[in-house]
């Protein structure tokens, strides 16, 4: 019996430790990342995003709480110039389960089957944010992150869902590998 309490807090333990963002990232490998103490946002690559303001500036706001962490400053003269792009794409799941009791012998038609198939169909925004950092005075890309997740139009949810894009994105820069 207690065996049969415990699975159920262990499922949601480990439901509860999956990240709901999968995140990317890629970068110029000859890169001094060391070099880049300021940023500024590229104002005509932001402009250009298809998306509400409230939802342009709760990133920007996001990114700018990130990269203060990282002891980097916003300047008129910056060292890294900040672009963003999202995409979006409408997810489909179609599922179909027998209803009912007695699943067969295997393949095929089972006359024994009572309660008939049932089909659930759900539907789901999967968002992509990318952030690009491009060097300013070459006006090179030098690093790209990418997260994937699923989007919501509930205004509470909204601000916790973009921080944890913009942090977990923001988490792989620098890049760990490469001279900081």
Known sequence: ?????????????????CSSVRVYSDYDSKVDFSQYK???F????????????LDKKRILYAVDAELAKKGMTKSENPDLLINIFT?????????????????GW???????????????VTSSTEGTLYID????????????????GY???????????????VTKILAQFPPSNVKK
């Open 87 to 103: 995409k979006e794409r409408e997810r489909i799941d179609v599922n179909q389960f027998n209803a009912g009791f007695g699943y």
């Open 151 to 165: 989007l919501t139009n509930n205004r509470s949810e909204k601000e916790k869902v973009i921080n944890e894009f």
């Open 42 to 53: 590229h104002k005509k690559g932001i402009d250009k995003v298809e998306i509400s303001e």
């Open 106 to 120: 295997g393949y095929g038609w089972n006359p024994y089957i009572w309660g008939g198939r049932n089909t659930s």
């Open 38 to 40: 300021t940023y500024a």
């Open 1 to 17: 019996m207690k065996a049969i309490k415990f699975i159920p807090v262990f499922l949601l333990l480990v439901l509860a430790s």
């Open 133 to 148: 950092l491009i060097d300013a005075k070459k006006k090179e890309l030098v690093w790209q992150g990418e997260g994937i």
